[in-house]
């Protein structure tokens, strides 16, 4: 058990350029969560998988924001024409079934700066 | 909506003394509770949880939190800092019908000598 696993750790991208991250989560784990962190805020949820299923989405994520998990491993959270406003700490986390009593065990982040 | 509240953004305490950190809920149903603590360019790592059981909860690091439901609180406290406690520090609660953790803003945790 390598904990959950977020690549890249960084990126800086141009304004309007698409960005993919990858979040490799548990291996036992079958639910996965991304939320955004931006400076001297808390986390703030985007979206949730079980198995390969995304159940529940944020407001906060618009059409230029996909998520996938295709095989109910790994996940790729998209990002496409970025904005300076996309600028913050992206986190993967991931928990068995009862993550909502458990908790969840959180990736180091990706942090993206778009300029 | 339901949230928590952390307050104080930062706290400075000297190396030895008592730590406290606040955090207030609302909520409509029992919550979960929950603390983590996040180092610079680092992910959240769970100190403790409150899951209606125990309602004095110990965590690692030394850290304990006691779920207030008549003051609708779960403070965050050590007694003794250590200046590796230096970090950021974050309330979450979610809820038996959701799936979604949801953060306080977090407070700054300074340890002086």
């Known amino acids: 058990d390598t904990g959950v696993s977020q690549n890249p750790r960084h990126k800086i991208t141009k304004r309007g350029q698409n960005v993919t991250f990858r979040c490799d989560p548990i291996s036992e784990h079958n639910r996965l969560y991304w939320y955004r962190q931006t400076l001297g805020q808390g986390p703030e949820f985007l979206t949730y998988f079980q198995n390969e299923a995304q159940l529940e989405k944020s407001r906060l994520l618009s059409d230029r924001f996909s998520a996938e998990r295709p095989k109910g491993s790994f996940s790729t959270l998209e990002i496409q024409r970025t904005e300076q406003g996309d600028s913050a700490m992206y986190l993967c986390a991931s928990s068995l079934d009862r993550g909502k009593k458990d908790g969840y065990t959180f990736g180091s982040g990706t942090r993206l700066t778009v300029v | 909506a339901q949230s928590v509240t952390q307050l104080g953004s930062h706290v400075s305490v000297s190396e030895g003394a008592l730590v406290l950190l606040r955090c207030n809920y609302s909520s409509s149903v029992p919550p979960y509770l929950f603390w983590y603590v996040q180092y610079p360019n680092q992910g959240l790592q769970l100190l403790l949880k409150?899951?209606?059981?125990?309602?004095l909860v110990k965590g690692i690091n030394g850290f304990e939190a006691e779920f207030k439901k008549s003051e609708t609180s779960f403070h965050l406290t050590k007694p003794s800092a250590h200046m590796s406690d230096a970090a950021e520090y974050f309330c979450?609660?979610?809820?038996?019908?959701?799936?979604?953790?949801?953060f306080g803003k977090g407070t700054s945790l300074l340890v002086t000598p």
């Open positions: 409150y899951t209606s059981a125990a309602t």
């Open positions: 979450a609660v979610s809820y038996i019908s959701g799936y979604a953790l949801n």
